[in-house]
Protein backbone atom coordinates (compact mmCIF):
# COMPACT_ATOMS: atom_id res chain seq x y z
CA UNK A 1 0.00 0.00 0.00
CA UNK A 2 1.21 3.52 -0.53
CA UNK A 3 1.83 6.00 2.03
CA UNK A 4 -1.89 7.47 3.35
CA UNK A 5 -2.29 10.39 5.79
CA UNK A 6 -5.67 10.97 7.26
CA UNK A 7 -5.93 14.68 8.38
CA UNK A 8 -8.86 16.81 9.90
CA UNK A 9 -9.63 19.73 9.00
CA UNK A 10 -12.79 20.63 11.04
CA UNK A 11 -11.63 20.35 15.19
CA UNK A 12 -12.26 17.24 15.52
CA UNK A 13 -15.58 14.48 15.09
CA UNK A 14 -15.11 14.48 11.69
CA UNK A 15 -14.71 10.92 11.47
CA UNK A 16 -10.78 10.21 11.23
CA UNK A 17 -10.81 7.67 13.44
CA UNK A 18 -13.50 5.40 10.98
CA UNK A 19 -11.48 6.10 8.08
CA UNK A 20 -7.86 5.52 9.94
CA UNK A 21 -9.90 1.98 11.07
CA UNK A 22 -10.78 1.18 7.99
CA UNK A 23 -7.43 1.88 6.59
CA UNK A 24 -5.49 0.02 9.00
CA UNK A 25 -7.17 -3.34 7.87
CA UNK A 26 -4.41 -2.58 4.80
CA UNK A 27 -1.64 -1.13 5.88
CA UNK A 28 1.65 -2.46 7.49
CA UNK A 29 2.74 0.45 9.85
CA UNK A 30 -0.35 2.89 11.51
CA UNK A 31 1.43 6.04 12.75
CA UNK A 32 0.24 8.71 15.30
CA UNK A 33 1.61 11.46 14.69
CA UNK A 34 -0.25 14.25 16.79
CA UNK A 35 -2.93 14.78 19.56
CA UNK A 36 -3.30 13.39 22.74
CA UNK A 37 -5.73 11.27 24.40
CA UNK A 38 -9.10 13.54 24.54
CA UNK A 39 -10.74 12.29 22.17
CA UNK A 40 -11.61 8.64 21.78
CA UNK A 41 -12.22 6.60 18.55
CA UNK A 42 -14.12 3.17 18.94
CA UNK A 43 -12.87 0.16 16.49
CA UNK A 44 -14.77 -3.07 15.58
CA UNK A 45 -12.21 -5.44 14.48
CA UNK A 46 -13.76 -9.43 13.55
CA UNK A 47 -16.93 -8.92 16.11
CA UNK A 48 -15.17 -7.14 18.94
CA UNK A 49 -15.21 -3.48 20.03
CA UNK A 50 -12.50 -1.31 21.07
CA UNK A 51 -12.02 2.06 22.68
CA UNK A 52 -8.98 3.91 22.05
CA UNK A 53 -7.98 7.12 22.86
CA UNK A 54 -4.16 7.32 22.87
CA UNK A 55 -3.00 4.47 20.64
CA UNK A 56 -2.95 3.92 17.07
CA UNK A 57 -5.81 2.25 15.71
CA UNK A 58 -3.41 -0.33 14.27
CA UNK A 59 -2.62 -1.64 17.59
CA UNK A 60 -6.07 -3.95 17.90
CA UNK A 61 -4.94 -5.60 14.88
CA UNK A 62 -2.34 -8.48 14.03
CA UNK A 63 1.13 -8.22 12.22
CA UNK A 64 0.86 -4.49 12.43
CA UNK A 65 3.32 -2.02 13.79
CA UNK A 66 1.94 0.80 15.40
CA UNK A 67 3.95 3.79 16.39
CA UNK A 68 3.02 6.89 17.86
CA UNK A 69 4.70 9.82 16.56
CA UNK A 70 7.05 12.88 18.32
CA UNK A 71 3.69 15.40 17.30
CA UNK A 72 1.69 13.09 20.26
CA UNK A 73 1.19 14.57 23.52
CA UNK A 74 1.85 11.20 25.63
CA UNK A 75 0.20 10.45 29.01
CA UNK A 76 1.98 7.62 30.50
CA UNK A 77 -1.18 7.72 32.54
CA UNK A 78 -3.63 7.53 30.25
CA UNK A 79 -1.08 5.10 28.10
CA UNK A 80 -1.24 2.18 31.26
CA UNK A 81 -4.70 2.30 31.78
CA UNK A 82 -5.38 1.63 27.48
CA UNK A 83 -3.22 -0.93 27.91
CA UNK A 84 -4.40 -2.75 30.71
CA UNK A 85 -7.72 -2.17 29.11
CA UNK A 86 -6.78 -4.02 25.97
CA UNK A 87 -4.57 -6.60 27.16
CA UNK A 88 -8.02 -7.77 29.05
CA UNK A 89 -9.86 -7.81 25.92
CA UNK A 90 -7.26 -10.20 24.38
CA UNK A 91 -4.75 -7.67 22.83
CA UNK A 92 -1.14 -7.47 23.67
CA UNK A 93 0.62 -4.38 23.12
CA UNK A 94 3.98 -5.12 23.32
CA UNK A 95 7.75 -3.10 21.98
CA UNK A 96 7.35 -5.24 18.60
CA UNK A 97 4.13 -4.47 18.08
CA UNK A 98 4.18 -0.49 19.50
CA UNK A 99 6.94 2.29 18.72
CA UNK A 100 7.23 5.05 20.85
CA UNK A 101 9.19 7.96 19.49
CA UNK A 102 11.62 9.00 22.05
CA UNK A 103 11.14 12.46 21.32
CA UNK A 104 7.50 12.31 22.60
CA UNK A 105 6.61 14.79 25.06
CA UNK A 106 5.24 13.65 27.98
CA UNK A 107 1.87 15.20 29.63
CA UNK A 108 2.72 15.52 33.45
CA UNK A 109 0.01 15.99 36.33
CA UNK A 110 1.28 19.43 36.22
CA UNK A 111 -0.41 20.07 33.06
CA UNK A 112 -3.47 18.55 33.98
CA UNK A 113 -3.90 20.86 36.71
CA UNK A 114 -3.02 23.76 35.23
CA UNK A 115 -5.42 23.05 32.65
CA UNK A 116 -8.05 23.07 34.90
CA UNK A 117 -7.24 25.93 36.66
CA UNK A 118 -7.41 28.07 33.65
CA UNK A 119 -10.48 26.53 32.58
CA UNK A 120 -12.04 27.83 35.96
CA UNK A 121 -10.40 30.74 35.67
CA UNK A 122 -12.02 31.36 32.33
CA UNK A 123 -15.40 29.86 33.29
CA UNK A 124 -15.46 32.97 35.68
CA UNK A 125 -14.35 35.72 33.33
CA UNK A 126 -17.02 33.99 30.28
CA UNK A 127 -14.34 32.80 27.72
CA UNK A 128 -13.86 28.80 29.33
CA UNK A 129 -13.29 26.75 26.06
CA UNK A 130 -14.08 23.15 27.27
CA UNK A 131 -10.89 21.92 27.69
CA UNK A 132 -11.08 18.05 28.40
CA UNK A 133 -8.57 19.15 31.63
CA UNK A 134 -6.12 15.99 30.22
CA UNK A 135 -3.66 18.77 29.92
CA UNK A 136 -2.96 18.68 26.31
CA UNK A 137 -3.32 22.57 25.71
CA UNK A 138 -0.25 22.86 28.84
CA UNK A 139 1.74 19.98 27.24
CA UNK A 140 2.01 21.21 23.32
CA UNK A 141 2.60 24.71 25.48
CA UNK A 142 5.87 23.28 27.02
CA UNK A 143 6.67 20.62 23.52
CA UNK A 144 6.81 24.37 21.82
CA UNK A 145 8.47 26.24 23.86
CA UNK A 146 11.48 23.72 24.03
CA UNK A 147 11.08 22.62 27.99
CA UNK A 148 9.38 19.67 27.62
CA UNK A 149 10.24 16.45 29.48
CA UNK A 150 10.44 14.11 27.14
CA UNK A 151 10.21 9.98 27.00
CA UNK A 152 13.77 9.85 26.27
CA UNK A 153 14.32 11.67 29.38
CA UNK A 154 12.57 9.38 31.51
CA UNK A 155 15.92 7.03 30.76
CA UNK A 156 18.12 9.92 31.80
CA UNK A 157 18.57 10.37 35.36
CA UNK A 158 21.36 12.80 35.82
CA UNK A 159 19.41 15.26 33.55
CA UNK A 160 15.53 14.38 34.53
CA UNK A 161 15.37 16.40 37.94
CA UNK A 162 17.33 19.55 35.79
CA UNK A 163 14.86 19.39 32.82
CA UNK A 164 11.86 19.25 35.66
CA UNK A 165 13.01 21.80 37.51
CA UNK A 166 13.65 23.95 34.34
CA UNK A 167 9.63 23.13 33.85
CA UNK A 168 8.38 24.05 37.15
CA UNK A 169 10.39 27.04 37.65
CA UNK A 170 8.69 28.63 34.16
CA UNK A 171 5.10 27.50 35.27
CA UNK A 172 5.74 28.50 39.01
CA UNK A 173 7.25 32.46 38.10
Known amino acids: MANVVVV ?79 KAQGVEVTPDRLKIAENTALILSLHRELDGFREDAASNSGTKIGTTRRGIGPAYEDKVGRRAVRVMDLADLETLPLKVDRLLTHHNA
Open 8 to 86: GSQWGDEGKGKIVDWLSERADVVVRFQGGHNAGHTLVVDGKVYKLSLLPSGVVRQGKLSIIGNGVVFDPHAFVAEVAKL
